[in-house]
Nanobody
Framework: QVQLVESGGGLVQTGGSLRLSCVAS????????MAWYRQAPGKQRELVAR???????NYADSVKGRFTISRDNAKNTTFLQMNSLKPEDTAVYSC?????????????WGQGTQVTVSS
């Protein structure tokens, strides 16, 4: 079993910053991609940012230049630094990881953390 636990969400004013963290634990041999998704009320879940084990990153156009994804492979952790936050960034942010447990690859999700940006 693999568990992902996010932290760092909260309420912030427009223009503010938050840093999300996600720690993976359990039966982990290696982790390929780690990513952050978000889902706002009444909308579909969307990819915010992803990072490979080698450090290659991709971002949604809506967050480019404002958000930065990083990871600490030794600690099975990924971070999402969010700057210049806007009300439209309000959503539940969930962590994703593609994990190899020594026998097979699996896709895992965290429970999510609420980010609310007030105008």
């Amino acid at each position: 079993q693999v568990q992902l636990v996010e932290s760092g969400g909260g309420l912030v004013q427009t223009g503010g910053s938050l840093r999300l963290s996600c720690v993976a634990s359990g039966s982990i041999f290696s982790i390929n991609v780690m990513a952050w998704y978000r889902q706002a009320p009444g909308k579909q879940r969307e990819l915010v940012a992803r990072i490979t084990s080698g450090g290659s990153t991709n971002y949604a156009d809506s967050v480019k230049g404002r958000f930065t994804i990083s990871r600490d492979n030794a600690k099975n952790t990924t971070f999402l630094q969010m700057n210049s936050l806007k009300p439209e960034d309000t959503a539940v942010y969930s962590c994703y990881a593609n994990v190899f447990n020594g026998r097979y690859w699996g896709n895992y999700w965290g429970q999510g953390t609420q980010v609310t940006v007030s105008s």
